[in-house]
């Protein structure tokens, strides 16, 4: 796949999805897609926020692996989408 900013190749991987690479051999590769999901995991990829109220946070889909933690079901939250115009998803 390419960005269709830049034009560079990418590769959009992150824990949970399924991918496999294809015209590669399937045991290598999943060996290689293995080795690349621990090296996206590492803490010094990773940002935790800390929320306090007023807190407003975003981020690019396009550029960003990103998940919740586990929260207490009894605290309120209010969650918001926003999109904002730029290139379009891909």
């Given at each position: ?13 992150n824990a949970a999805n399924e991918v496999?690479?294809v015209d590669y051999d399937p045991e ?63």
């Open positions: 796949m390419s960005c269709p900013d830049s034009g560079k190749k990418i590769l959009y991987l496999e690479i290598e590769g999943a060996k290689l897609i293995e080795r690349l999901r621990q090296h996206i995991k590492q803490p010094k990829f990773a940002y935790q926020h800390h929320w306090a109220k007023g807190d407003l946070l975003y981020w690019d889909n396009q550029a960003t692996a990103h998940y919740r933690p586990e929260f207490d079901v009894n605290t309120t939250r209010i969650l918001k989408r926003v999109s904002i115009r730029g290139s379009r998803p891909f």
